[in-house]
Structure formats: structure tokens, C-alpha cells
């Protein structure tokens, strides 16, 4: 596709369920972002994949939280036994090179409601 | 500390009327600064980018400004139209890192 797409777009589950969340970066692209974004707050960085690098998980809030990429294709984020808390639009972005000055291209999203 | 302020929070406007969006960032060493536009529903999406060197960009009907010296830069829409309902997003680079530093947006509701 042209863009970035994710997947679900949607999802609602039960507290206390495991949820995978996909995001298909633009082709070419080496750099990968997750964010979380809270209802009427900033985007929160997650974690940054970089080609073959190892990727940079400073940003994942617990050990609930991982994600995968496999080389420079689709990533994953999962997240185990999810809280409440957990509510929010998971954002990725990709971008051409992991430099500052490059453009992020953002998918629309998954809106994660946790019940 | 490395911030990115936006103001106002929220902002409504009549239809054809221009605004100006503000954003205050404190990030150093600096490299490049972003405004996004984020559609209720959808990923944000860049208008703008300007390095330390440029001090205007036009996009249409958005005009950014960058004054470095400050830290200070403002988003001008001209004749606003209903489609520019939207968050408005400052995002701010600092120099050899790969992290974008985000601020909390502006929210702009056109009414007709």
C-alpha cells in the first residue's frame, strides 16, 4: 500500500486479556515507531526499531508491553494481561531513515478500549 | 528538559477567519521543527518542516515561522475552512537523535 497501515482498527477486550496490535510500515522504510496516544494528550513514545539494530524499548511503560519487527517489514506490538489504563490509540509511524530530519508517515491507528 | 508547549489548548473560529497557533519548545541541541495536523480518527500528518536556517514555510493556506533565537513558532491559517477542524501538532528534533519530541496539540473547531 501506499501508507502505513494498522490493524486492528478497532479493538475492545476484557481487562486482564492479551492483545496484538500490527502495523505494516511503508516499503523501503527502515525506521519504525509505536506510540501511545491518551485521550486529549500527546503522542508517548513507545519504542523505535531501526533496520537490523537492536530496537530502542525505552519508552514501553511495563514488562506487559513488547513488540517485534522482523527486519524492515510489519511489526507487532503485544500487550499482556491489559489494565484499563491500557485505553488508548496505538499510533505507528515509519519513517525513510531513523534521522531527525526525515518525515514520519503515520498509520491512522488502533483504538484499544479495555473494559 | 526537553519540551514542546502548545497554546492555546482549544480554539474555535467562524468559517473564512485566520488564527495563529503557538508553540514554545525548549529542546537543544535543536534540528528541525514540525507541525502535524491530526483529523479526528486519523494519524497526524506533516504540513510543515523548517531547520534552524529558515524562519518561514507556507503550505497553502498554513504559513510556520521559526524564530530559533527564541525557541518560538507559530502556525498561521488563512481563511479558515470547515476541513481545518483538527488537532494541530508541534514536534521538535534534537540534533543527532531519532527521537520527536511532541507537544499536546492545539485543538481548532471551524464553525460555519
Known amino acids: 500500500g501506499a501508507g502505513v497501515s494498522q490493524s486492528p482498527s478497532n479493538k475492545v477486550t476484557e481487562k486482564g486479556k492479551d492483545v496484538e496490535l500490527r502495523c505494516d510500515p511503508i516499503?523501503?522504510?527502515?525506521?519504525l515507531y509505536w506510540y501511545r496516544q491518551r485521550l486529549g494528550q500527546g503522542l508517548e513514545f513507545l519504542i523505535y526499531?531501526?533496520?537490523?539494530?537492536?530496537?530502542?524499548k525505552s519508552g514501553l511503560p511495563s514488562d506487559r508491553f513488547s513488540a517485534e519487527r522482523t527486519g524492515e517489514s510489519v511489526s507487532t506490538l503485544t500487550i499482556q494481561r491489559t489494565q484499563q489504563e491500557d485505553s488508548a490509540v496505538y499510533l505507528c509511524?515509519?519513517?525513510?531513515?531513523?534521522?531527525?530530519?526525515?518525515?514520519?508517515?503515520f498509520g491512522d491507528g488502533t483504538r484499544l478500549s479495555i473494559l | 528538559k526537553n519540551q514542546v508547549e502548545q497554546s492555546p489548548q482549544s480554539l474555535i473560529i467562524l468559517e473564512g477567519k485566520n488564527c495563529t497557533l503557538q508553540?514554545?519548545?525548549?529542546?537543544?541541541?535543536?534540528?528541525?521543527l514540525r507541525w502535524y495536523k491530526q483529523d479526528t480518527g486519523r494519524g497526524p500528518v506533516s504540513l510543515t518542516i523548517m531547520t534552524f536556517s529558515e524562519n518561514t514555510k507556507s503550505n497553502g493556506r498554513y504559513t510556520a515561522t521559526l524564530d530559533a533565537d527564541t525557541k518560538q513558532s507559530s502556525l498561521h491559517i488563512t481563511a479558515s475552512q470547515l476541513s481545518d477542524s483538527a488537532s494541530y501538532i508541534c514536534?521538535?528534533?534534537?540534533?543527532?537523535?531519532?527521537?520527536?519530541?511532541f507537544g499536546t496539540g492545539t485543538r481548532l473547531k471551524v464553525l460555519a
Open positions: 514536534v521538535v528534533t534534537s540534533s543527532g537523535t531519532y527521537k520527536y519530541i
Open positions: 516499503s523501503g522504510h527502515t525506521a
Open positions: 508553540c514554545n519548545y525548549t529542546v537543544s541541541p535543536f534540528s528541525n
Open positions: 526499531f531501526q533496520g537490523n539494530s537492536a530496537p530502542d
Open positions: 509511524a515509519s519513517s525513510l531513515t531513523g534521522l531527525g530530519n526525515q518525515p514520519q508517515h
